[in-house]
């Protein structure tokens, strides 16, 4: 019996835990035999290169940011934020994960032509096809993954990581320097290039022959395998939205420097997702508030999309996000605290930051006449939450648990979260329900703000490059479907200073994708300061003050992750980012 399989699944076991691959147990490993005769069993292999994406579940990596910390004295993104971050010690690390992916994905790649996908000679083209096609573009996005949390400069060069497109066995010579990051960027981008040849543009049931991709004749061949069936898996709208991601990221202060990446590259990719998505008029009214669009999102059965969602996860009753956000009196946990510096990160109402006089800030009525999401992401004092609509204080003299530093699950900073929480559910000891929720993997919101920001480095803020709409009329937009009073008069007042328009551009970011798992990310690839300690809002006699909660403690060198300390151990070939 051929034992390549098994030969090849224990080189997994130099990138990842026994318990992490052998599920069922290492005796039921069956050898590739199986799998060219058995195509479930086949595609498993390429399942792994979903299911080892991060994005699967929230992180909460805000946390380690200046947006928010936690009251759970054991979460090791606070842990990361406040001096334990090491390369022993690494909550951010994709190194396990997304180099098994791509493991299994080396072995699907290289078997993939072996396997009968189907008795019918066509049909069995067009799924091996189809497979190899979502395998290079997980292989793709997981290079992205990596180089986003392990990129960085050694001896003064940007690398990237090991560059391995085969799979590895035994025998492999496992001692493999890190390519440098514009190879590994020339890498990723070319694996996204032959996904997109591969794949259609969506997994949807068509009729008209003209809408054929290149190489096939056949609509009815063509519906049974790139047909609604296959929806939520890796299509060639989401890979090209991949690219916009991997793009935005290499032309970033942090990595424009050898990544061999640009603004316009970034733009452009961006620009053809959303030039598919019909331009600025693809912006969905309520995208914004996606979480809670409850019609919305009890129609969303058949794995279909509502306009602001280009991929996303399964939907799913549950009450989990709740019951760790929730506050006190409404029983949750409250573990993810907004910070005051989000809190003022919004403007006023007419647009202005809050920092500017035109904003008629008044620090005394500090929730009064302001951006409308504030309230809509953060739960503020006095504001109400919940199923019957409970006043919620998290004053210093507040009677309840809501109250600041009141108890192990009380707010540590004077807000809740609100975003991602849906307030019809409830968890009273009484009444416990559940209510439908998903996990977005890409949002259209996300794509938009990458072309804003890319476009306005690469154009300026109002030229529009060939896609008839600019960063200044995608920042418009976005903000006009916020509420922001119109005109927009701060908008009106920097629509031709690109640096002003660059630091709105970031706060918009920061304001539409908050609590996501961006902030984190941003902060680095930006090369801003980690280190702003975290504010909160104590009120006491009606009078709010400002307070430290939490103090950062970042090094510089940290704007790049680490490679992972065992790893250097076992080989002598991989170079550690400077500093750790």
């Known amino acids: 019996m051929n034992n390549k399989l098994i030969v090849l699944l224990i080189a997994v076991l130099s990138l990842t835990s026994c318990d992490d691959l052998f599920e069922p147990a290492i005796e039921n490993n069956r050898d590739l035999e199986d799998a060219y005769g058995e195509a479930t069993y086949a595609e498993g292999l390429l399942l792994n290169g979903y299911l080892r994406i991060p994005t699967l579940n929230w992180s909460f990596n805000d946390v380690a940011t200046d947006d928010a910390v936690s009251n759970d004295i054991d979460n090791n993104y606070r842990r990361a934020a406040t001096g334990q971050w090491a390369s022993n010690f690494n909550p951010f690390t994709q190194w396990q994960s997304s180099r098994s992916a791509i493991q299994y994905l080396n072995i699907f790649l290289s078997e993939a032509d072996n396997v009968e996908w189907s008795t ?82 969506d997994f949807e049931d068509i009729d008209d022959p003209s809408l054929l991709p290149s190489g096939i004749t056949n609509t009815n061949d063509f519906n049974r395998v790139f047909g609604e069936r296959g929806r939520q898996r890796l299509s060639g709208r989401i890979v090209k939205a991949i690219k916009a991601q991997a793009a935005l990221l290499a032309a970033s202060p942090a990595y424009s420097e050898a990544s061999g990446n640009t603004w316009l590259q970034a733009a452009n990719f961006a620009g053809e997702v959303l030039a598919l998505n019909g331009g600025l008029a693809g912006l969905a009214p309520n995208g914004h508030t996606w979480y809670t669009n409850t019609a919305q999102i009890a129609d969303l059965g058949g794995g279909v999309n509502p306009p602001e969602i280009l991929w996303r996860g399964d939907v799913a009753n549950s009450n989990n ?94 807000y809740y979260l609100k975003k991602l929480l849906r307030q019809d559910v409830n968890l009273s000891t009484t009444t416990t329900t559940e209510q439908l929720h998903y996990k977005p993997r890409i949002r259209y919101t996300e794509l938009y703000l990458i072309y804003a920001e890319a476009a306005n480095e690469a154009w300026g803020p109002t030229s529009s490059g060939s896609y008839g709409f600019s960063a200044y009329d995608v920042i418009a937009a976005i903000r006009e479907r916020a509420g922001i009073t119109q005109p927009d008069a701060y908008l009106e007042s920097i629509r031709n200073d690109k640096s002003a328009m660059r630091e709105l551009i970031r ?12 902030r984190f990310w941003d902060l680095r690839r930006w090369g801003l300061d980690l280190n702003e300690p975290a504010r909160g809002m104590a009120i006491e006699n009606s009078d709010p003050e400002v307070i430290t909660v939490e103090q950062r403690n970042y090094q510089d060198y940290m704007q790049y992750g680490p490679v992972p300390y065992n790893e250097l151990l076992k080989f002598e070939a991989l170079k550690q980012n400077r500093g750790w």
């Open 120 to 201: 019918d000679e066509n049909i069995n083209e067009l799924y091996n096809r189809r497979l190899k096609g979502e395998a290079y573009g997980l292989r793709g996005l997981h290079m992205y993954y990596l180089l986003q949390a392990h990129g960085g400069f050694a001896d003064g060069e940007l690398l990237g990581v090991p560059i391995i497109l085969e799979p590895e066995d035994p025998q492999s010579e496992f001692n493999v320097p890190r390519a440098t990051f514009a190879n590994c960027m020339e890498q990723l981008l070319n694996d996204l290039e032959k996904a997109d040849e591969m794949l259609a543009l």
């Open 507 to 518: 706060n918009e970011r920061r304001l539409e994708l908050c609590f996501e798992g961006f």
């Open 321 to 414: 996000l709740e019951q760790d956000h929730f506050p006190p009196t409404l029983n949750g946990n409250g573990r993810l605290n907004p910070t005051q510096n989000l809190v003022d990160a919004f403007p006023a109402a007419n647009g202005y930051p809050i920092s500017n006089a035109a904003s008629s800030y008044n620090p005394d009525d500090p929730y009064a006449n302001r951006d409308p999401r504030l309230q809509t992401y953060v739960l503020v004092n006095g504001a109400t939450a919940g199923v019957n609509s409970s006043t919620i204080v998290t004053a210093v003299d507040g009677t309840t648990n809501d109250a600041i530093n009141r108890e192990a699950t009380s707010t540590r900073t004077g």
